[in-house]
């Protein structure tokens, strides 16, 4: 078959107008940067705020927002429980430190991702003395959860690169 089809039947008005009313209030939604909720868990150290979850949209999958830490802040040791958790750089140097003692650490930048994976113990640190980090925060579920952990950080982490089958170490010869 082909050409166009015209689907109109004589009832179809009133159809139209009733997905257009769900659509109205059921479709996209944009949620202002200053309207965000700063009502969620938080740890030492840290502003989060929501700006999808299932409270504000009725997400069901994600929950997203922002935080920002102050110059030469850390968070509390944390994890996110079931959650899968991806941090965004905006503004500023993040550092990680992440493991049973905090042992292993990386740095982030503007433009970075980060992933971190459900149940990891970790840390946000603010890496700047003089400047506010500002990330977005992405996690797999409407709800937030944080769960604050008693940790006793290793005095001097290990540093770990991250590398894939497809980016080479910096320090390997092409």
Not at 27 to 32: D, F, M
Not at 68 to 87: C, Q, R, V, Y
Not at 109 to 121: C, L
């Amino acid at each position: 078959m082909s050409g166009s089809h015209d689907h109109t039947h004589p009832h179809d008005h009133d159809h139209h107008h009733h997905d257009d009313e769900r659509w109205k209030h059921d479709g996209v939604r944009v949620i202002p940067g200053s309207q965000l909720d700063p009502n969620v868990p938080s740890t030492a150290g840290m502003d989060r705020k929501a700006a999808i979850n299932f409270a504000r949209v009725g997400a069901q999958k994600l929950w997203a927002g922002t935080v920002s830490i102050k110059p030469d802040a850390k968070t509390g040791a944390h994890h996110h429980g079931h959650l899968e958790s991806i941090i965004y750089v905006v503004k500023g140097k993040a550092r990680m430190r992440w493991g049973e003692r905090l042992q292993f650490t990386a740095e982030a930048g503007p433009g970075d991702f980060i992933f971190v994976p459900p149940y990891v113990p970790h840390q946000e640190i603010n890496a700047s003395r003089d400047e506010v980090l500002e990330c977005v925060l992405v996690r797999s579920d409407g709800e937030a959860v944080a769960i604050n952990l008693d940790i006793e950080p290793v005095e001097k982490p290990e540093t770990v690169l991250w590398i894939d089958p497809v980016h080479r170490h910096p320090d390997e010869k092409k």
